[in-house]
């Protein structure tokens, strides 16, 4: 089970770090992934993370900006968002994958979900 927290309202250029607690099932197992869904648009990657932290890719959009990292001890992901921009509003997700799974770009792929949390970037 994910829980995502953190998100908010900020203006642009300002910085906000959302947080997903996971419980359940060895952490360290899965394959870690956020995702967004703006209003009338689909849901759409944004960077994904593997078992060990080791490996991490960003949607082209949020690369320089946006860091993902993760805490297995804690089972926690977080993405740190930086120089936010009102096109980054949206509810985030943080997804994982099926324990050993590797890490993908694909919305499908990914097995389970948490509830989202909303990011609001006002101009």
């Known amino acids: 089970q994910l829980q995502a927290s953190g998100g908010g309202l900020v203006q642009a250029g300002g910085s906000l770090r959302v947080s997903c607690a996971a419980s359940g099932g060895t952490f360290s197992r899965y394959a870690l992934g956020w995702f967004r869904q703006a209003p009338g648009k689909e849901r759409e990657f944004v960077a994904h993370i593997s078992r060990s932290g080791g490996v991490a890719s960003y949607t082209d959009s949020v690369k320089g900006r946006f860091t993902i990292s993760r805490d297995n001890a804690k089972k926690m992901v977080y993405l740190q968002m930086n120089s936010l921009e009102p096109e980054d509003t949206a509810v985030y997700y943080c997804?994982?994958?099926?324990?050993?799974?590797?890490?993908?770009?694909?919305?499908?792929?990914?097995?389970?979900w948490g509830q989202g949390t909303q990011v609001t970037v006002s101009s």
């Open positions: 997804a994982g994958r099926r324990p050993w799974g590797v890490v993908t770009m694909v919305t499908r792929e990914y097995d389970y």
